[in-house]
């Protein structure tokens, strides 16, 4: 995998930034002391100017009492503007929660804010909210300062940068994780042109004609439990077999090909992350 190269300044500072969150943790550092350093990071890592754009125990409204939110990420001005992130601080030490996430996403909902961030200095998760009935919280990213490669790291917070935020960024990626739903890449792969393909392909390369049910069975084997659930929302145009002159051999999948050829191992399927109700459990260990 080609890997792509990171800006000095970029290393350097995300070097620095785990070089003191690792000393947080070595100390075992409060809250407050955690929410400095995370300040620290937003400056010389991400681009912020932290008396600019971000406001501390931001106050946000709801149908109760009024709350307060650690951090709030707001680029526009204007009193009409809206805070583009709202964040949730743990101590260094404290493993994130369902809680916490449930917390943050009330505050997000009251506030109109669709983003969401969690975090103890150490690890980041960066949620998307759906304003329905009921709002929806999705897992888009998660990372560790500690123990990710430093190419990840550059990459997770760029998406969370000034820079990015202010032309548009956090909108692009939430279509581009819409657009990459199981359900719509089910539908493109079972498409009626990508069966024909898939059929004539496999003919070329091993001289047997399947039919375009012969490869949903063998889409299926592939598929995880999720995927399968979303495959069945999936409308499926079975292209018109044409008849031929010539005979070929069709030959069913289940029956021709060992059981064990046709498995594929679960590791190999990528499962994006499930969309939670907030009021629901979501998959974070408790503290």
Same mark, same amino acid.
């Given at each position: 995998?080609?890997?792509?190269?990171?800006?000095?300044?970029?290393?350097?500072? *995300?070097?620095?930034?785990?070089?003191?969150?690792?000393?947080?943790?070595?100390?075992?550092?409060?809250?407050?002391?955690?929410?400095?350093? *995370?300040?620290?990071?937003?400056?010389?890592?991400?681009?912020?100017?932290?008396?600019?754009?971000?406001?501390?125990?931001?106050?946000?409204?709801?149908?109760?009492?009024?709350?307060?939110?650690?951090?709030?990420?707001?680029?526009?001005?204007?009193?009409?503007?809206?805070?583009?992130?709202?964040?949730?601080?743990?101590?260094?030490? *404290?493993?994130?929660?369902?809680?916490?996430?449930?917390?943050?996403?009330?505050?997000?909902?009251?506030?109109?804010?669709?983003?969401?961030?969690?975090?103890?200095?150490?690890?980041?998760?960066?949620?998307?909210?759906?304003?329905?009935?009921?709002?929806?919280?999705?897992?888009?990213?998660?990372?560790?300062?500690?123990?990710?490669?430093?190419?990840?790291?550059?990459?997770?917070?760029?998406?969370?940068?000034?820079?990015?935020?202010?032309?548009?960024?956090?909108?692009?990626?939430?279509?581009?994780?819409?657009?990459?739903?199981?359900?719509?890449?089910?539908?493109? *792969?079972?498409?009626?042109?990508?069966?024909?393909?898939?059929?004539?392909?496999?003919?070329?390369?091993?001289?047997?004609?399947?039919?375009?049910?012969?490869?949903?069975?063998?889409?299926?084997?592939?598929?995880?439990?999720?995927?399968?659930?979303?495959?069945?929302?999936?409308?499926?145009?079975?292209?018109?077999?044409?008849?031929?002159?010539?005979?070929?051999?069709?030959?069913?999948?289940?029956?021709?090909?060992?059981?064990?050829?046709?498995?594929?191992?679960?590791?190999?399927?990528?499962?994006?992350?499930?969309?939670?109700?907030?009021?629901?459990?979501?998959?974070?260990?408790?503290?």
């Amino acid at each position: 995998m080609t890997r792509t190269a990171i800006d000095k300044e970029v290393k350097r500072a *995300i070097l620095d930034a785990r070089r003191m969150i690792q000393q947080a943790e070595q100390s075992d550092a409060n809250e407050a002391e955690t929410r400095r350093r *995370i300040e620290r990071m937003f400056q010389s890592l991400m681009g912020y100017d932290v008396f600019k754009h971000l406001s501390r125990e931001r106050a946000v409204r709801g149908a109760g009492e009024t709350e307060h939110v650690d951090f709030a990420i707001q680029v526009a001005e204007g009193d009409a503007a809206k805070p583009d992130i709202l964040i949730e601080i743990k101590r260094v030490c *404290i493993n994130l929660a369902a809680k916490h996430l449930n917390q943050v996403s009330s505050y997000a909902i009251n506030a109109g804010c669709e983003w969401i961030l969690l975090t103890n200095s150490k690890d980041w998760k960066l949620y998307h909210v759906s304003f329905g009935q009921p709002p929806i919280t999705k897992l888009i990213h998660a990372w560790n300062i500690l123990t990710d490669d430093v190419s990840v790291l550059a990459k997770r917070f760029e998406i969370i940068s000034y820079k990015n935020v202010k032309k548009g960024g956090l909108n692009d990626l939430w279509q581009k994780t819409n657009v990459l739903h199981p359900r719509n890449l089910l539908r493109a *792969i079972l498409s009626e042109p990508l069966l024909k393909a898939i059929k004539r392909e496999m003919r070329k390369d091993t001289g047997v004609t399947l039919s375009p049910e012969d490869i949903m069975s063998g889409v299926r084997r592939l598929l995880n439990e999720t995927a399968l659930s979303e495959l069945e929302n999936v409308r499926i145009s079975i292209p018109d077999e044409k008849p031929n002159r010539r005979k070929r051999k069709t030959t069913d999948l289940s029956e021709s090909t060992p059981e064990k050829e046709l498995e594929t191992p679960q590791s190999s399927v990528v499962e994006a992350p499930e969309s939670k109700p907030i009021s629901e459990k979501a998959d974070l260990p408790e503290s």
